[in-house]
T-cell receptor
Framework: ETGVTQSPTHLIKTRGQQVTLRCSSQ?????VSWYQQALGQGPQFIFQ???????GRGNFPPRFSGLQFPNYSSELNVNALELDDSALYLC????????????FGPGTRLTVL | AQTVTQSQPEMSVQEAETVTLSCTYD???????LFWYKQPPSRQMILVIR??????QNATENRFSVNFQKAAKSFSLKISDSQLGDAAMYFC?????????FGTGTRLTIIP
């Protein structure tokens, strides 16, 4: 059983650009969640996908969007990047039941210049 | 809306000693879960301990235990026999309404 992986590890973009971050969940995990972690802060919930449908969203604007695929991979897309989008982006996968342990990836460090 | 408050940004403890990390939360959910997650310097977040709100008994995992006071909305973590590998950022986390809400974290330093 492999763990959760994310790519790329680091990314530098300029303001106004678009970015796609990728996550590969643990096999059998139907739920994937994405978080934004600013430096020195706790992660903030962006959204959650279950069986390829979004089923929960935090206080993030629509320019943050996602996709989940049947092969346990998922994407986080951010359009019109802003300087404040600079952060560590974490994905986490879990089984279906509420309150199941979430298995986190190592994150993607996004820097917006 | 849920909020999680960790009032101790930093804590330190002598190796082999016991330390308690504090957490309070506010929730509108009647059914929820609470967690402590640990984020070592390598960044990958891992679960330390989990508590279902409907259970009165405090969860324990080896050297880690919680003091769950539901009426007071308090959920502290006790680490016994602290080890160097316990050094990390610890996050208190509430799960309800299909989302996790994290506290701001407590950075734990272990003094050899």
């Amino acid at each position: 059983e492999t763990g959760v992986t994310q790519s790329p590890t680091h990314l530098i973009k300029t303001r106004g650009q678009q970015v796609t971050l990728r996550c590969s969940s643990q096999s059998g995990h139907n739920t994937v969640s994405w978080y934004q972690q600013a430096l020195g802060q706790g992660p903030q919930f962006i959204f959650q996908y279950y069986r390829e449908e979004e089923n929960g969203r935090g206080n993030f604007p629509p320019r943050f969007s996602g996709l989940q695929f049947p092969n346990y991979s998922s994407e986080l897309n951010v359009n019109a990047l802003e300087l404040d989008d600079s952060a560590l982006y974490l994905c986490a996968s879990s089984l279906t039941d509420p309150g199941d342990e979430q298995f986190f990836g190592p994150g993607t460090r996004l820097t917006v210049l | 809306a849920q909020t999680v408050t960790q009032s101790q940004p930093e804590m330190s403890v002598q190796e082999a000693e016991t330390v308690t990390l504090s957490c309070t939360y506010d929730t509108s959910e009647s059914d929820y879960y609470l967690f402590w997650y640990k984020q070592p310097p390598s960044r990958q977040m891992i679960l330390v301990i989990r508590q279902e709100a409907y259970k009165q008994q405090n969860a324990t995992e080896n050297r880690f235990s919680v003091n769950f006071q539901k009426a007071a909305k308090s959920f502290s973590l006790k680490i016994s026999d602290s080890q160097l590998g316990d050094a990390a950022m610890y996050f208190c986390v509430h799960f309800g309404n299909e989302k996790l809400t994290f506290g701001t974290g407590t950075r734990l330093t272990i003094i050899p």
